[in-house]
């Protein structure tokens, strides 16, 4: 961008005036020659000397905010060209301030800023064509940044509508699942006390059966009993044989063979004295 230098022709009244203005400007003079050649420091060194011989020479305190600007000390360029527009009558120095002005504000991003400063330079100098090229060129740069934001705005509202849905479909997810967790801690608690209960009836048939079971036991054992008594009542019980010990068998075989002799005895006397009998054949 371009930055307005000005050069300026001092009319003098009187003699001392004269010379007065003569060493001002011959030192301002310098620190053009210093300015032109690059050389932004001792240009610099030139313009505050000539200052502080007259510190209302605003054209010097004009070339110093330039010689600021070419070594990047914006802030302090600013503060000069703040004071020649502001104390100023000369209205196409004012202008040409403004339009420096808005220049530094524009290195240092302040878009908004700028603009104002080209406005105010055109209104006191409508047919400044690079004023007027340099505030269509920030007024772009303005509209593109305000669209830009909108669009950025836009989507930091999709975005933060976005994560609200998912915080929210997150939070329906959570609760979804801490239900199911809670259904399937209910089924199983439910499944527990199912099988519980089925283990409880399986032991309560099994005591049921085992109490059956004896049962049936205990009235087979009396019908068991009763059957055997209805048999024992039917059959008279056979009387037991005693054993004899050697010694009595043998003396009871001799009691029977002295017997057996006393009724042989008797036969044969008895067959002696009965009469003959004569058998008489068939054939």
Known sequence: MTYKTYIFIVLTLGSFFFVTAQSERKITRKG????ETGNFIDAEINYKKALAKNADLLEAQFNLGDALVKQERFDEALEAFEKVSATTEDQNLKANALHNKGNVLLSQQDLEGAIESYKDALRINPKDHETRYNYAYVK???DE???QQNQD???NEDNQEDNKEEDKEQNEEGNDQEDQKNEDS???DQKKS???DEMQDQQDEGDNNNDETEQDQKNKGQTDGEDSNEENQGEQPKPRENKLSPEEAQRLLDALNQQEEKVQDKMKK???KGAKVKIEKDW
């Open 194 to 196: 199912e099988n519980e």
């Open 153 to 155: 705005q836009d989507q």
């Open 32 to 35: 053009n020659t210093h300015y």
């Open 270 to 272: 008895h067959k002696l």
């Open 145 to 147: 940044q305000k669209q």
């Open 140 to 142: 772009k740069l303005l």
């Open 186 to 188: 209910e089924n199983k």
